[in-house]
């Protein structure tokens, strides 16, 4: 199984490809080194506390980006662990619950899967995540790992007619 497929694991949510990764490691090192320049090169000579300012934003915008990276790479690692004994299922994914948070804090929605494995009625539950909701009431392709306890689901079919 190739892990381009993957939208998201239930544990730890969307699963950021190569190109998500690549552009948001490109996106920060620019964003770093733009707002270093500024704040040495233009602002030092006119307004140093600006310039201090500037370098204390820099250092912020590298710590959102240092932990969206961390977040990624770890979904992606363990997503690769659980694909060593996952079996495919088809399900239905219903909606679980919203996360009633709007503003900044707003985390998305939850959705739930049930399947039958080894002859036992299993039911999973996402944590909230904004790209779960292009799924609710369709019919998904999951990965189920029984070693990690872990559902993995895969990108929709194109081709297919809703």
Not at 39 to 65: I, R, Y
Not at 102 to 118: A, D, E, M, R
Not at 129 to 158: A, G, H, M, Q, W
Request: positive net charge; hydrophobic residues 45%.
């Amino acid at each position: 199984m190739k892990t381009n497929k993957i939208v998201a694991t239930f544990k730890y949510g969307r699963y950021w490809g190569n190109f998500a990764l690549s552009f948001i490691i490109i996106l920060a090192t620019v964003m770093i080194f733009g707002f270093a320049y500024f704040a040495v090169a233009v602002l030092w000579k006119e307004n140093p506390t600006a310039s201090v300012f500037t370098v204390l934003v820099d250092v912020f915008l590298v710590g959102l980006f240092a932990v969206e990276l961390i977040k990624g790479c770890k979904n992606r690692l363990y997503a690769k662990k659980c694909l060593s004994d996952a079996i495919e299922i088809i399900t239905i994914a219903k909606f679980f619950d919203k996360d009633t948070n709007w503003g900044l804090s707003y985390k998305g929605i939850k959705i739930s899967v049930s399947f039958h494995y080894q002859n036992k009625k299993l039911r999973k539950h996402s944590i909230y995540d904004r790209c779960f909701k292009r799924y609710i009431d369709k019919e998904v392709r999951i990965l189920y790992s029984p070693t990690y306890d872990e559902v993995l689901l895969f990108k929709e079919n194109k081709n297919k007619q809703d």
